[in-house]
């Protein structure tokens, strides 16, 4: 398996691998870091906004998407 680096869309960080879908957050690639602490939580507040469970599609909607200035440390690897 041939392996490649890639920068994070969110953090901007390599990271080697495919790399995971980083909606909602951009619609780039991310590390498995900022996929952990940005991307799911982000997923998980869209659904359950207001209280009230919400599609799946919202999360994927442009209109939804927020911009992270978040930057990791060297010690966040």
Known sequence: METTNNQCSICEKEYVGYGNNAEPI????????????????????????????????????????????KKRNADED
């Open 26 to 69: 951009n619609s780039g690639r991310c590390c498995d870091y900022c996929n952990s602490y940005e991307v799911v939580p982000k997923r998980f507040e869209l659904l359950f906004k207001n209280g009230e469970l919400h599609s799946y599609r919202d999360i994927y909607n442009p209109e939804n998407r927020v911009k992270s200035n």
